[in-house]
């Protein structure tokens, strides 16, 4: 039985949101109270990450794994066909996921897992360099974003306009990272997959990546 944690807020049709490799569902805490107006919004830790515990050892953390534990939970919210909201890894548990029921839409922000062959050299490069200084210089990187610039620095590659951030929200981030125990297994698992070519997805998909 899946039991992840997520944050419900709102009503209306529901919305599904999913984050990151080494985030939470807190990443999405700046947005939830205007989606809430309009939707009913749940925003779910992926299993290894946030509050929810890592999948069983036995059963290996790929995206598609991902997916059926997030299926799962919905199932016990009583959640049909619900929009779904995937950023990064996010967004490949998303299209993993829309194999498996019939949503509402698919919105796919910087989705991974639609390389050409395996994970880029850089992204896991840039996400274990990521892992190493949130675990490593903690306290440094907690004093750097109480500064805008800082805040810039530290997550302009992983989040939108990170001067917009808070400092408690960018450190929020960075502890999510720091301590989120599916972290390596998780990316190992994406290393040498890409998203692979199902039946159309009977839904409006929208795919949005920031241009550098």
Same mark, same amino acid.
């Given at each position: ?10 009503? =209306? ?8 490799? &080494?985030? #939470? *569902? ?14 009913? +919004? ?27 534990? +997030?299926? !799962?939970?919905?199932?016990?919210? &009583?959640?049909? #066909?619900?929009?779904? +909201?995937?950023? #990064? ?6 299209? !993993? ?7 509402? #839409?698919?919105?796919? %922000? ?10 880029? $050299?850089?992204?896991?490069?840039? $996400? ?14 907690? *004093?750097? +974003?109480?500064?805008? %610039? =800082? ?30 125990? =599916?972290? !390596? ?28």
């Amino acid at each position: 039985m899946s039991q992840l944690a997520f944050t419900r807020r709102g009503r =209306g049709a529901p919305i599904v949101l999913l984050h990151a490799l &080494g985030s #939470s *569902r807190h990443s999405f805490d700046p947005i939830i109270p205007a989606l809430a107006m309009q939707f009913d +919004v749940i925003a779910i830790d992926l299993p290894g990450f946030g509050d929810s515990k890592p999948l069983p050892a036995s059963v290996e953390p790929t995206p598609a794994a991902l997916a059926a534990a +997030v299926a !799962e939970q919905l199932d016990q919210l &009583g959640v049909r #066909s619900p929009h779904l +909201v995937g950023n #990064s890894l996010g967004g490949w548990v998303a299209l !993993e996921l829309a194999a498996r029921c019939t949503p509402a #839409s698919v919105t796919l %922000l910087a989705p991974a897992g639609l390389w050409r062959r395996n994970t880029p $050299l850089y992204d896991r490069a840039s $996400l274990q360099a990521t892992r190493w200084l949130t675990r490593h210089a903690l306290r440094f990187l907690f *004093r750097l +974003v109480d500064f805008r %610039l =800082g805040r810039a620095l530290v997550l302009g590659q992983t989040h939108g306009r990170p001067m917009h951030m808070t400092p408690q929200q960018a450190r929020a981030a960075i502890r999510s990272m720091a301590t989120c125990p =599916g972290f !390596e297994a998780t990316l190992k698992a994406t290393v040498n997959r890409r998203l692979l070519a199902r039946a159309p997805i009977d839904a409006p998909v929208t795919v949005a990546f920031r241009l550098a």
